[in-house]
């Protein structure tokens, strides 16, 4: 996340190629993993596509390959390295499944991904505040990538630490308050009504650390308290700006209309990033329609509709199939957490749940149907819809 950033304000490059070095290093990722994975693996290609979800991923990169050829992107080449940039990411965790027993895969990927997201979170404090007191640079880096980064870490640690695979309090803690203060509305909503279904349905959670959990973040809220204020009034007074509620709903307007022109295939892959025209005033330019749903539908059309459908209905049936207990608990309130985010905010290429995400999640899915069905515990009287 902080690649670019990070080569243009030390290195004094220009952005674009601060992004190059960014894909660079994705790609020599990938090749370095491709290295690894030489020779016999534990796993086939064809043993990922049986698992559910992973089809909608196969068909989600097609499709959106595909929507390059009629796509109105600004730039041909750059769109063509950002999609390949995300299907390496896909690959990477494919082929590092591939050469190691999933545990020994996933584990350490999730590990650094919340130690990753811990440093970008340390960077963040350490940058001057935007103008509208916000963590972020107001040219580069928006706060609501960073508090979506450090939100989906925090379930990541706490994924970790429910399995027993390690103690992650303090890079948990670390991320949960980075997120408050960088007052990504959004992503912070998300996070509370997730972590609240999570608290309230767990039952493998103790009353104790139910308080305890309720008490720290009332104390992180009144330790910002001043500087949540002060948000506040900004945010009111300046009410018609684009990235306020109000302004949100005229980039919604433009780009439903833009998508109806164009129902069925959509615009194509990264569309929107400087082709359609600055909103407001303060000539706000939308990198993506700020709502997972229609920026899918912008994208791809009814396609990009059914795509949407089927990949977290899948995910939905995937995770329901579970036997009940804390792990489908969790694993619903983190679908929630992704869910309630993507109403007012997305990713510019991918989905909120990205697509590695999908493919890992789904293993550890399918490992955990299948410890249940080896040793099936008692039942318990929690349940869900």
Request: glycine share 8%.
């Amino acid at each position: 996340l902080f690649i670019m950033l990070l080569s243009v304000r030390i290195l004094g490059t220009d952005p674009r190629t601060g992004t190059t070095l960014s894909l660079a290093i994705d790609f020599l990722l990938l090749l370095s993993v491709a290295f690894c994975a030489l020779g016999e693996p534990h796993h086939q290609l064809r043993e990922f596509a049986h698992l559910p979800v992973v089809p909608w991923v196969i068909v989600f990169l097609g499709f959106s390959c595909c929507s390059l050829l009629w796509s109105g992107t600004a730039s041909m080449a750059t769109s063509t390295a950002y999609w390949c940039g995300m299907a390496a990411d896909v690959a990477i965790v494919v082929m590092l499944i591939q050469t190691e027993p999933p545990a020994s895969a996933t584990n350490p990927l999730m590990e650094g991904y919340v130690w990753g997201a811990c440093v970008v979170a340390v960077i963040a404090w350490l940058m001057p505040a935007q103008s509208d007191l916000r963590l972020g640079d107001e040219e580069l880096l928006g706060a609501n990538q960073i508090g979506y980064l450090c939100g989906f870490a925090f379930f990541i640690a706490q994924f970790l630490m429910r399995e027993k695979n390690g103690k992650f309090n303090y890079q948990a803690l670390l991320l949960a308050i980075t997120l408050l203060r960088s007052l990504s509305k959004t992503t912070i909503v998300a996070f509370l009504v997730s972590e609240g279904f999570l608290l309230i349905m767990d039952r493998s959670i103790s009353r104790k650390n139910k308080i305890l959990a309720a008490l720290a973040t009332a104390g992180v809220v009144v330790a910002l308290w001043g500087l949540l204020s002060s948000y506040y009034d900004m945010y009111t007074s300046t009410g018609n700006q684009s990235s306020t509620l109000t302004g949100r709903i005229g980039i919604w307007a433009y780009l439903l209309a833009e998508a109806l022109q164009q129902p069925w295939i959509g615009h194509g892959f990264d569309s929107v990033w400087r082709v359609v025209p600055p909103f407001g005033p303060d000539q706000f330019e939308a990198a993506h329609a700020h709502n997972e749903l229609l920026q899918q539908f912008y994208a791809y059309g009814v396609v990009g509709v059914c795509m949407f459908i089927g990949i977290y209905g899948s995910f939905y049936r995937h995770i329901r199939r579970l036997a009940v207990g804390p792990l489908r608990t969790f694993l619903f309130a983190f679908l929630l957490f992704i869910l309630v985010r993507g109403i007012a905010d997305t990713e510019r290429f991918d989905l909120s749940l990205p697509m590695w995400a999908i493919v890992m999640f789904s293993l550890l899915i399918k490992q955990a149907r299948t410890r249940q069905a080896e040793f099936p515990g008692p039942a318990t009287a929690e349940s869900l819809p």
